[in-house]
């Protein structure tokens, strides 16, 4: 009949779709830059892909669950419970399983942290069980709808948490004195001991940090999809590695948009291709990455000074 | 006489299965300028990492101020007072002038003190006062060796050990750099100097040794040294 007024409609349609499903993108990806950040903090300091890191956000997971079936809690301290509880154990694998290899080649470590992820996945499920646990449902009823897309509580409470987060750890890492010692430590460890700079202090705490930061990403994951399990760690945990390396490893800016880029693409893949596709699109950006830009977007190519 | 400042004897240390100092001993008496010199690889820079705490000796001792520092972990030796120009410069790129000198800072608390020796250094090294809020990566050698030496005297240091600070310079930028330390030394800090320029070392230095694969083979005054047959063919060219 009109063609085009159809053809209008329908493209208004695609657009409002794609504006949603950006913001679905936009929570699932800082979902991913909190875990990123902790990989690629650890990264930087030690150089170590920290294959446990996605099991260190599960334990945070249940961390956050228990405070907030068995303690009753709110969000708010079961999320600082799991930071806390979390950050510590994430020094704690750091001070057994990784300081006394501090000098042994690199393999060694990626396998014991390969070793330490099957440790804590298991032993959780040992004393968890493996059956998933229902989180109880949060802000479902809560929802703010602007010009037709629809932002809800879980969704409202994943972008507020990750933005108090990211200040608070610019502010850590580039004005407070340990932050200034992480970077140090993270650009040129022994010279930063040359400063007076414990580099062993300095790395036990990035492991805190980076723990800390994925733990909250477990208790948000739980609250935003219900359902947490001892392996939910594994696919996050790669897909938090995808966004590291996107955005450029080490560097924490790029584990950021690394992680939004990877949340808006699986998201837009999901929605108007299918989400079997969405961990395909995952790992084809990863190979992407490494085919066209293997220092990822943020990234130097470093080449050695002479 | 007093007791020396800076004491080592009889070290060995190792790098995996290579034995890089042999029974190596040396002294730097408080308010001196000591220089070692040596051919690449004769074991200069090992000396200066042993005494800063990144190597450890495997036999034979290291006292400063009559405390044994052997083995020491290099942030602690910072705070015994000894502070370490390395090779390189090594400062730390992607942060501006400014964090670097805080980072020399890093293990003092005296507000005051920081403030009065960051115009100490500034006065030393005006250049590095223009550039406080450029990243360090963008200055040139000769700035990056400034900032490296005024970020070591940031920490206030009784020792420096400076390695290697005319690498890959110009001639007129290394007789800045020179009189430079001599200053630095007059205000009262003692230095030890590992130097393949041996000329320039000699110039300044009080006293100096001789490196040679691993072993001490030659030490005396500075100026003896500087005239001396065997040390003209073998480091200064004639």
């Given amino acids: 009949m009109r063609p085009l007024t159809i053809w209008k409609e329908l493209s208004m349609e695609v657009w409002h779709q794609v504006l949603q499903q950006l913001i679905n993108g936009i929570s699932l990806g800082s979902i991913y830059a909190l875990i990123a950040l902790g990989y690629t903090m650890i990264y930087g300091i030690i150089k170590l892909i920290n294959f446990a890191h996605g099991d260190i956000y599960m334990v945070g997971a249940y961390i956050g669950f228990f405070a907030i079936t068995q303690a009753h809690l709110s969000v708010v301290p079961a999320l600082l419970i799991s930071l806390v509880v979390t950050g510590f154990l994430g020094m704690l694998v750091e001070r057994l399983a990784y300081k006394p290899l501090r000098h042994a080649p690199r393999i060694s470590v990626l396998i014991t942290a390969i070793g330490v992820s099957f440790f804590l996945e298991y032993t959780t499920m040992y004393f968890v069980s493996p059956t998933p646990r229902t989180f109880p449902a949060m802000f479902g009823d809560v929802a703010v709808t602007v010009g037709g897309i629809v932002i809800n509580g879980q969704q409202m409470l994943i972008l507020g948490i990750t933005a108090v987060l990211m200040v608070i750890l610019t502010y850590i890492v580039q004005k407070t004195k340990t932050g200034k010692a992480m970077r140090a430590a993270s650009f040129d460890t022994e010279t930063a001991e040359l400063m007076g700079i414990n580099s062993d202090r300095i790395i036990s705490i990035t492991f805190g940090i980076g723990s800390a930061l994925a733990a909250v990403a477990g208790v948000l994951v739980g609250i935003y999809y219900n359902s947490i399990d001892p392996l939910m760690g594994i696919m996050p945990g790669l897909k938090a590695f995808v966004a590291a390396v996107l955005g450029g490893i080490g560097i924490l800016p790029g584990a950021v948009v690394g992680g939004l880029i990877l949340g808006v693409v699986e998201a837009l893949v999901s929605g108007f291709i299918s989400s079997t596709f969405r961990d395909a699109a995952a790992f084809a950006i990863l190979i992407l990455v490494l085919l066209v830009r293997p220092a990822g977007i943020f990234g130097k190519n470093t080449k050695e000074k002479v | ?238």
């Fill in chain 2, 1 to 238: 006489m007093a007791e020396p400042m800076l004491k080592i004897d009889n070290i060995d240390v190792y790098y995996g299965a290579i034995h890089a100092l042999k029974g190596i001993s040396l002294e730097v008496n408080e308010g001196e300028i000591v220089t070692l010199i040596g051919a690449n690889g004769a074991g200069k820079s090992t000396t200066l990492r042993t005494i800063s705490g990144l190597l450890k000796p495997k036999t034979g001792s290291i006292t400063f101020l009559g405390q044994s520092i052997a083995g020491v972990r290099a942030h602690e030796i910072v705070k015994k007072g000894i502070s370490q120009v390395p090779e390189g410069r090594r400062v730390f790129a992607e942060m501006t002038v400014m964090e670097n000198l805080d980072l020399g800072a890093f293990v003092r608390k005296d507000k005051a003190g920081i403030q009065q020796d960051l115009k100490h250094v500034f006065e030393l090294f005006p250049r590095l006062e223009e550039r406080k809020n450029q990243s360090a990566g963008t200055l040139s050698g000769g700035e990056q060796q400034m900032l490296a030496m005024g970020r070591a005297l940031m920490s206030r240091p009784k020792l420096l050990l400076l390695d290697e600070p005319s690498m890959g310079l110009a001639p007129l930028l290394i007789k800045e750099i020179f009189n430079i330390i001599v200053d630095i030394n007059k205000s009262g800090t003692t230095v030890l100097l590992v130097e393949q320029n041996a000329n320039m070392a000699l110039s300044i230095a009080n006293r100096a040794y001789v490196l040679e694969t691993g072993r001490i083979t030659l030490s005396g005054k500075a100026q003896d040294l500087a005239a001396s047959e065997d040390v003209r063919k073998a480091y200064l060219g004639g």
